[in-house]
Nanobody, 120 residues
């Protein structure tokens, strides 16, 4: 089994910054893509940013130029640096990872979510 544990959420003012972290642990042979999603109240969950095992990244248009996704493969950890925050960034942020286990095929795992609230 694989667990994803997020940290770093909280309250920020508009224009401020926050950094989210997500550490994966458990029976991990290799982590393929890692990603951050978010879900605001009354809205569907949406992809924020994704990073491949080789470091290629892709972002939602709404966060391009403000957010940066990165990963530390040695630590099985993915980060989301969020700058120039806006009130519309307020949401629960979820970490996602495609993990290949030692005795299992690739599977999708989710973190428990961390709240990010941006005040105007």
């Amino acid at each position: 089994q694989v667990q994803l544990v997020e940290s770093g959420g909280g309250l920020a003012q508009a224009g401020g910054s926050l950094r989210l972290s997500c550490a994966a642990s458990g029976s991990i042979f290799r982590i393929n893509t890692m990603a951050w999603y978010r879900q605001a109240p009354g809205k569907e969950r949406e992809l924020v940013a994704v990073i491949s095992s080789g470091g290629r990244t892709n972002y939602a248009d709404s966060v391009k130029g403000r957010f940066t996704i990165s990963r530390d493969n040695a630590k099985n950890t993915v980060y989301l640096q969020m700058n120039s925050l806006k009130p519309e960034d307020t949401a629960v942020y979820y970490c996602n990872a495609d993990v290949l286990g030692w005795r299992t095929s690739s599977a999708d795992y989710w973190g428990q979510g961390t709240q990010v609230t941006v005040s105007s």
